[in-house]
């Protein structure tokens, strides 16, 4: 049963197989292959994962300018049968594309920096709808303030008018309390006394007595001879 190792090693052997030989040598002498120390050291390179972007020579140089070197070397040998020998055999890959990886570099930090940008923008947004909401309150709280303080005048405008009125009133009711009081000492100081010449009589001595009537034993009888609606005077 064939272990893991020689399974690899069998993998890699047709992986080389498709590269069509050492690069530059002619149909039989571009026959090549590694033993299985080679192999094993092959098998720890990218190799397998795209075989054709490799070629191999058994010289340190690289072809032409469009290689460089893989950094692998091996011990192996070229040609088959009774013609092979031993050889070291170097391998190569093609150059990058200088310009395309510029190209893909560009392109990715480009995105780099958009997707930076795009942050941004999101956090601008939001600090933005933040400070919105807080200038809003703000606002509303400016002119809540603003509302009482025009309240609060008002009521001290009301608060000094009724003030006022209340000083007014008092000022006109000590006034007249001032002036009835002074009337009040005036009518205690009234005395009413009779005039200098009227005479001090009392009763009906003011009345002067008729003298009596002459002529008459009777007096006062002539009083029954008047005539209904006749005044004696």
Known sequence: MASRADIRRAEYRRALQSVGGLYGKSSHESLFGFDARGLDKLSQTPFLKDPSKYIFSDTAYAPSNEYESAGFTAGGYIGSGRGSRKSNIFMFQKKPDRMAELRAEQERLAGIQQETFNKQQADIAK???????????????????????????????????????????????????????????????????????????????????????????????????????????
Not at 202 to 207: A, D, L, N, P, R
């Open 127 to 233: 600090q933005l709808k933040i400070v919105q909401g807080e200038k809003s309150a703000v606002s509303k709280m400016q002119t809540d303030y603003s509302n009482m303080l025009i309240a609060e005048a008002q009521r001290r405008k009301e608060a000094e008018e009724q003030a006022a009125r209340d000083l007014e009133a008092q000022r006109r009711s000590a006034q007249a309390g001032a002036a009835n009081r002074l009337m009040e000492g005036r009518t205690a100081d009234l005395q009413i006394q009779p005039a200098g010449n009227a005479p001090r009589t009392g009763g009906t001595q003011q009345f002067r007595r008729r003298a009596l009537q002459q002529g008459t034993s009777s007096p006062y009888t002539g009083l029954s001879t008047i005539q209904s609606g006749m005044v004696n005077v």
